[in-house]
């Protein structure tokens, strides 16, 4: 429990707290969704690569050199959506992702897994930004 500057208890815990204030922008349902995807990919991708390299599937620099430019272009990818082509670059490494399963066969159903859950992030979070957006304007839901 905080105080005011005139001692009396704030229960609320707004004490200096400007109503004025200019709200924080929501952000976009769609971008977190498609965001926490990419970087939960890229830890997939990773842990494919030990495998691979456990596994011997190939010289160790290509398994590292593949499976890093594959898990760091998913991060910064992540940090594209704020415009539309980082989602088209999203949609390009869902498909480099299933490719990884020539080399470790068990990523075409994990890279499957991701695909049908990064077209669930874009479909039910720009449904969600719709519906938002329309609650904000007033407008009628449906």
């Given at each position: 429990?905080?105080?005011?500057?005139?001692g009396?208890?704030d229960?609320?815990?707004?004490?200096?707290?400007?109503?004025?204030?200019?709200?924080?922008?929501?952000?976009?349902?769609?971008?977190?969704?498609?965001?926490?995807?990419?970087?939960?990919?890229?830890?997939v991708?990773?842990?494919?690569?030990?495998?691979?390299?456990?596994?011997?599937?190939?010289?160790?620099?290509?398994?590292?050199?593949?499976?890093?430019?594959?898990a760091?272009?998913?991060v910064?990818?992540a940090?594209m959506?704020?415009?539309?082509?980082?989602?088209?670059?999203g949609?390009?490494?869902?498909?480099?992702?299933?490719?990884?399963?020539?080399?470790?066969?068990?990523?075409?159903?994990?890279?499957?897994?991701?695909?049908?859950?990064?077209?669930?992030?874009?479909?039910?979070?720009?449904?969600i930004?719709?519906?938002?957006?329309?609650?904000?304007?007033?407008?009628p839901?449906?």
């Amino acid at each position: 429990m905080t105080t005011p500057a005139d001692g009396s208890a704030d229960p609320q815990g707004l004490a200096g707290h400007d109503p004025s204030a200019v709200p924080r922008r929501k952000r976009s349902a769609r971008h977190q969704f498609a965001a926490t995807i990419l970087v939960l990919e890229a830890f997939v991708v990773f842990f494919a690569a030990l495998v691979a390299f456990g596994l011997r599937l190939a010289p160790t620099g290509v398994v590292w050199a593949v499976g890093g430019a594959l898990a760091l272009s998913l991060v910064l990818v992540a940090g594209m959506l704020r415009w539309p082509a980082g989602y088209v670059a999203g949609s390009v490494l869902q498909v480099a992702v299933l490719a990884t399963g020539l080399a470790v066969p068990m990523m075409f159903v994990v890279g499957g897994i991701f695909v049908a859950m990064w077209v669930v992030a874009l479909r039910l979070g720009g449904r969600i930004d719709r519906e938002r957006r329309e609650r904000e304007a007033g407008a009628p839901l449906g």
